[in-house]
């Protein structure tokens, strides 16, 4: 379910205003010159721990919003990633491209990753520019897909279509939130469907998250639920709300919650539970 | 030997208007040869003690023929006037009445502007929709929200303290489609003072300013149809005589139809690929005003309000999405006259204002709902003294709150989903207040009063004392001083992060950590009659501070939130500033002009586990606009043509513009590709272009063979001022790789020249 936040309500408002407003009179839009003020650079992380995966993260750095648009590498960064038996270990500059999953890291780590629920982890930053980032995380606890289940609808041919149930158990303890995402075959495209929740409202309980009508007979689906813990929640949804705040005169801009301090992003531990699934009749 | 001094008597009445029976409030009731006068209440009435013997009363008032009535005072006595309009109700320049301008001069009244309907449907208007609120823009130290909105913000205040009364029962949400026309058909209305300062004690529960909309009577004398076909709606009224002309009613709808337009539209759309469906938008109103003479004292009155806001949307995909907001009201006054200078009003008024967003999806359907609901009491008795020097006034107010807020249901038509929430709060407010307007000697003459108020909301209790004054010290018959005081407690509180009047705006009571916000005000005038009474020139320097204001914190959760005050940050306001304005009312060529320079500031310092807003520094709210312009003519060219022209100049809004980004993949299933994030840093450091827009319009009044009609053509925004409404950055790509290759800030403008033709008619 989306849960409409107040200027979300207001961005769907103006989205749908704003093409019979600017339609017929395309020319209300002008480019404009601003200047924006821009500090200093600071870090950026983006660090995504997976239990029994070498870990990588991808640091890089914040820019001018009008800076022409190139790849803002560190060079010269070093990232210490602290384990949960307490362990420094430094990982390498190596940055690449994935060839599978398509995502660019700057940093890998030589060994891998052995987490459990609750096991801390400690990420450190820092360049020779004097820059310095740290963060800590817990790995949240697991929660399994206890069962996939999809209905069609009553047309045929072209307009036969189905939507797809997720069920899980929500952790006890207010402060859970869930990312579910479906994607037709490839993990490497975009989602079908993607979205959020919290437990505010459904704390412990068993909670089903549903589709539209979006899939068709036989289609091969892969139902991926991620168990985000506040902090990740929060970050997540202020990079949402500040992507959106472009566009929306109703909103009030506001910061992305970073995990970390010391600089801007993301520092956790994924949690996350797939499932494939072909819609046979 | 016995000299009997000159016995005072005391002469009462009401002045009404002889075509409509409309009581006149403002009107000048004066005795010349004794330089003595008064002016008519909100009521129409007046009180003037003569001496005995034989006196010409001059009874006048702008926009009607003045009336001289001879009289010969015994005793006390009463009298009933009707003044003839001395034009058309359509569309004349108003042409003679002394002593408005004059009154202007000698009240203790300063901070407030009276508009009446007649006045502002002269004036040209977007879309062809004359808005009283929206005229109320065009006075000096109001300042309007945005491009087309009607949410007013005066001296610095925030929208929501604006304390909107019709016929004293309160509107939560003045505004149809987000802002861009208030609810109010000038059809039905009379008139409308807007106290920005020197607030009577008889007013109370927000901080910034009285809206006081009064609904017109209908006429006593026979049945009459007006109306209108503008381009965008179209409005009708019917009133007429109830009992012989013991009463009489009115009734004035209104309700705009380009929905019809825009699905005939997508009609013809439909087959065309890249079809997206324009979304349903109507809104529509109804007004009911009726009144009736019991005795001969006793007078009772009835008004009603209903309005509704319906944006529907509809896709193939099945997407359903339905957002419905409105305000009710009815309101009941009695009016009891004891004796000739005492008299009593109670009102019992109801009110709600709700709105409801149901979202269906195939299965899936999802409902979001908040309501704010009063039931009001109030009682206040008006006292002249018989030398006249006094009047005084008291009265009591309670109101009870119901807040329904932020409602929530899901479910899903198996039933697999089901849940809800839903928040109820209540609130009891009331007051009590006492005030004299003291004319101590034809030099000064003193307003002074104090009003008690409190809240009780389940568990807490707040109450404060809030003194008013105002005192006007005459230099000359042509130049007076003035100054006021005033402090003010609000107990409810509209929930807002945004500039504009959304309707999904949430009221809130006191409660818990949410006290009481608090402000006081100073300011000082002079106000100067130049060219023989022709001008009034009035220069008011302000300031004001405020206490316990409210923000929400960055990505507050505000639906399915039981805790509501949590999201909550507290913070203070200032403001201050000065306003010169200079106007003209008689004559053929009237108007004014208003120059405003003010500034509004708030700091919310770090608090909640937060770094409090803008970093707990000072900042500027959206709305602080530097400098404020404008130029109002109103001009009758000929017995059937009226031009007007507005001109208004404000300095830039503020606003927050992304400093840096910063590029986010996300997981793997997240984004396909990268994206940038704007990292916004301090709050509203960026000042958009300053804003100006000349608007013309035209009236030009048919001679039909029934009754009167006119046509109004109106020019918005003549020169085509590409105004900016918002800035936003777009992602320029390469067309062929589809990489983006940089940024682009675009300025987005709400409207360009829009003309507009509304017919109006009256039988």
């Known amino acids: 379910m989306r849960y409409f936040r107040h200027r979300r309500v207001a961005g769907l408002l103006l989205s749908m205003l704003a093409p019979t407003l600017l339609d017929g009179c395309g020319s209300l839009q002008q480019d404009i010159d601003v200047v924006l003020p821009f500090g200093p650079s600071q870090l950026v992380v983006e660090a995504y721990l997976e239990p029994n995966a070498l870990p990588r993260i991808t640091v890089s750095e914040t820019q001018p919003y009008l800076a022409p648009v190139e790849l803002p590498i560190v060079t010269d960064a070093t990232v210490v990633l602290t384990r949960a038996n307490g362990i420094h270990d430094t990982l390498f500059y190596a940055p690449d491209i994935d060839r599978v999953t398509r995502k660019a890291y700057t940093h890998i780590g030589r060994r891998r990753l052995t987490a459990r629920p609750g096991d801390t982890f400690g990420l450190e930053v820092y360049d020779t520019q004097g820059r310095r980032l740290t963060g800590t995380t817990t790995m949240p606890a697991a929660v399994p897909i206890q069962k996939v289940e999809w209905r069609f609808n009553n047309e045929t041919g072209e307009q036969r279509k189905a939507y797809v149930l997720t069920t899980f158990q929500d952790a006890a303890g207010i402060g859970d939130a869930y990312r579910l995402m479906v994607h037709r075959r490839f993990l490497t495209r975009d989602p079908e469907v993607e979205y959020t929740v919290q437990d505010r409202l459904t704390d412990g309980q068993s909670i089903t998250l549903g589709t539209s009508y979006d899939f068709n007979p036989n289609d091969t689906l892969i139902v991926s639920l991620f168990h985000l813990d506040t902090p990740y929640y929060n970050f997540l949804q202020s990079v949402q709300d500040a992507r959106s705040a472009n566009n929306n005169p109703f909103a009030q801009p506001s910061g992305v919650k970073s995990t970390v301090t010391g600089g801007v992003g993301i520092f956790t531990v994924l949690s996350v539970q797939r499932q494939n699934i072909i819609l046979r009749e | ?763």
């Open chain 2, 1 to 763: 030997m016995f000299a009997l001094a000159q016995a005072q008597y005391t002469l009462t009445g009401v002045v009404r208007a002889a075509d409509t029976h409309e009581v006149l409030p403002g009107a000048s009731v004066a005795v010349p040869t004794l330089t003595a006068g008064t002016a008519t209440d909100a009521n129409g009435s007046f009180s003037l003690p003569l001496p005995a013997g034989e006196h010409q009363v001059v009874v006048s008032f702008l926009g009607y023929q003045p009336v001289t009535r001879t009289i010969t005072v015994r005793r006390d006595q009463r009298l009933l006037v009707e003044l003839p309009p001395a034009a058309n109700e359509l569309g004349e320049v108003v042409v003679t009445g002394s002593g408005t301008l004059e009154q202007k001069l000698q009240t203790t009244q300063m901070s407030v502007e009276h508009l009446t309907a007649r006045e502002a449907k002269l004036l040209p208007a977007l879309f062809g929709e004359v808005d009283l609120l929206k005229t109320l823009q065009l006075k000096p130290g109001v300042q309007n929200g945005g491009e087309g909105t009607s949410g007013l913000f005066v001296r610095g205040g925030s929208s929501d303290q604006n304390l909107v009364l019709v016929d004293d029962a309160v509107v939560y949400n003045p505004a149809h489609l987000f802002g861009l026309f208030s609810v109010f058909n000038p059809d039905a209305v009379q008139s409308v003072d807007l106290y920005k300062g020197g607030f009577p004690a008889q007013y109370g529960g927000r901080l910034s300013s009285i809206i006081d909309v009064r609904l017109r009577e209908g006429s006593h004398e026979k049945v009459g149809v007006s109306g209108g076909i503008g381009l965008i709606s179209s409005r009708l009224a019917v009133e007429g005589p109830l009992a012989k002309g013991k009463g009489s009613f009115l009734v004035a709808g209104r309700r705009t139809y380009f929905d019809v337009f825009t699905r005939a539209i997508n009609k013809v759309n439909e087959g065309s690929a890249d079809y997206s469906p324009i979304p349903d938008y109507y809104f529509q109103d109804l007004n009911l005003k009726a009144n009736y003479q019991l005795g001969r004292k006793d007078q009772v009155f009835l008004t009603g309000y209903y309005g509704s806001d319906v944006f529907g949307f509809q896709s193939d995909g099945g997407f359903n999405f339905n957002f419905k907001w409105g305000n009710t009201l009815g309101a009941l006054r009695w009016q009891h006259t004891f004796a000739p200078r005492l008299y009593l009003n109670t009102t019992a008024s109801v009110t709600r204002y709700r709105y409801n967003i149901s979202n269906a999806l195939d299965e899936f359907s999802f409902d979001l709902a908040s309501t704010i609901r009063d039931l009001s009491l109030r009682s206040d008795l008006e006292y002249h003294s018989a030398d006249n020097r006094h009047v005084l006034k008291a009265g009591a107010a309670l109101t009870s709150h119901t807040f329904g807020v932020g409602r929530l249901q899901a479910e899903s038509v198996s039933n697999l989903v089901n849940f809800g929430a839903d928040v109820n709060y209540t609130g009891l407010e009331g007051g009590l207040y006492a005030s004299d307007n003291f004319t101590i000697n034809d030099k000064w003459q003193l307003d002074y009063g104090l009003r008690l108020s409190g809240f009780h909301s389940g568990s807490d209790t707040y109450g404060g004392i809030e003194p008013r004054v105002a005192a006007r010290y005459t230099l000359s018959p042509t130049l007076s001083l003035k100054a006021n005081y005033a402090l003010m407690y609000q107990y409810i509180h509209l929930v807002t992060n945004s500039g504009s009047s959304l309707p999904t705006d949430i009221w809130y009571p006191s409660r818990l950590s949410v006290k009481p916000q608090r402000s006081q005000q100073v300011a000082t005038g002079v106000s100067w009659l130049l060219g023989g009474g022709k001008y009034l020139l009035t220069n008011e320097v302000y300031y004001k501070w405020a206490e316990n204001q409210i923000d929400f914190k960055d990505g507050a959760q505000l639906f399915a939130n039981n805790d509501l005050d949590s999201e909550f940050l507290f913070g203070k306001g200032w403001a201050y500033g000065n306003e010169v304005y200079l106007e003209k009312k008689e004559g053929r060529t009237t108007g004014w002009i208003g120059y405003t320079l003010a500034w509004t500031k708030r700091r919310f310092p770090p608090q909640r586990g937060t770094t409090g807003i803008n970093n707990g520094d000072t900042y500027y709210p959206t709305y602080d606009r530097r400098h404020n312009l404008t130029v109002v003519v109103l001009h009758q060219l000929s017995p059937r043509f009226n031009l007007s022209g507005s001109f208004i100049f404000t300095s830039g809004a503020a606003t927050t513009l992304p400093q840096g980004r910063f590029g986010f993949q996300d997981v793997l299933g997240g984004n396909n590709n990268a994206v940038a994030v704007p990292l916004y840093p301090n709050r509203n450091t960026y000042r958009l272009a300053p804003y100006n827009r000349l608007d013309l319009g035209l009236v030009y009044k048919l001679r039909p063979r029934h009754g009167e009609s006119d046509l109004t053509l109106s020019i918005y925004n003549a020169y085509n001022r590409r105004n900016p409404y918002f800035i936003y950055f777009d992602r320029l790509e390469d067309p062929q790789t589809n990489q983006t290759t940089g940024y682009r800030a675009r300025q987005v403008s709400l409207f360009p020249t829009i003309p507009s033709v509304t017919y109006n008619f009256k039988f």
